[in-house]
């Protein structure tokens, strides 16, 4: 079975523009979560969709946004990207227990 | 807000060495603690915890949970090289799956293990 794949692995993007990223959990797996993480911390919770609904979202600016799709993947979009925004976008998908968190191998966005 | 705290940030130590990592944690209706290894990208399960008091094991680690003092410790013997990653702990709260909850993490501890 594959895991949680992500895409793309890499992307370098300018200030100002956007980007979509995209997760597709484990077959199986309705709850899908994103995370960003910044060289040399841990992950911060960014957004859950469970059965293609938003549950959860953390302390992140508007300018973040995320939707599931009917297949259970998911797609997080950051408008009018900052310097800041530079970090490894990681998602991770469960079963509807909440148990076998998976996470996928991430997204690492660079933005220059 | 959830919080977790995990000590020493970094360890230097060589192949051969024990070492204990230590997770302390406040969270709203607690339900789980887990561990992940961080190599590259994704971090790769280790543990879950969820009683107090089981000791889990996997080869050369091992990890307990105490409920009543609200920590978390990942021991590691006889380490390896390969040992080498960054080691997050992280807790999840009750009703996870559509509530809304969401993992909280600590910074990670990185650990390098020298030959």
């Known amino acids: 079975d594959a895991g949680v794949t992500q895409s793309p692995t890499h992307l370098i993007k300018t200030r100002g523009q956007h980007v979509t990223l995209r997760c597709s959990p484990i077959?199986?797996?309705?709850?899908v979560s994103w995370y960003q993480q910044v060289l040399g911390q841990g992950p911060q919770f960014i957004f859950q969709?469970?059965?293609?609904?938003?549950?959860g979202r953390g302390n992140f600016p508007d300018r973040f946004s995320a939707r599931q799709f009917p297949n259970y993947s998911s797609e997080l979009n950051v408008n009018a990207l900052l310097l800041g925004d530079s970090a490894l976008y990681l998602c991770?998908?469960?079963?509807?227990?909440?148990?076998?968190?998976?996470f996928g191998s991430g997204t690492r966005l660079t933005v220059v | 807000e959830d919080k977790v705290v995990q000590s020493p940030l970094s360890l230097v130590v060589h192949e051969g060495d024990t070492v204990t990592l230590n997770c302390s944690y406040e969270?709203?209706?607690?339900?789980?603690l887990l561990w992940y290894k961080q190599e590259k990208k994704a971090p790769t399960f280790l543990f879950m915890l969820?009683?107090?008091?089981i000791e889990k094991k996997s080869g050369r680690l091992s990890s307990i949970l105490d409920k009543k003092e609200l920590f978390s410790i990942l021991n590691i013997t006889a380490t390896q090289t390969g040992d080498s990653a960054v080691y997050l702990c992280?807790?999840?709260?009750?009703?996870?799956?559509?509530?809304?909850?969401?993992?909280?993490f600590g910074e990670g501890t990185q650990l390098t293990v020298n030959p």
């Open positions: 992280a807790v999840g709260r009750r009703g996870m799956e559509t509530s809304g909850s969401r993992l909280t």
């Open positions: 077959s199986g797996h309705k709850s």
């Open positions: 969709y469970y059965e293609k609904e938003e549950r």
């Open positions: 969270v709203t209706n607690f339900r789980s």
């Open positions: 991770a998908s469960s079963d509807r227990t909440g148990y076998g968190y998976t």
């Open positions: 969820t009683s107090s008091g």
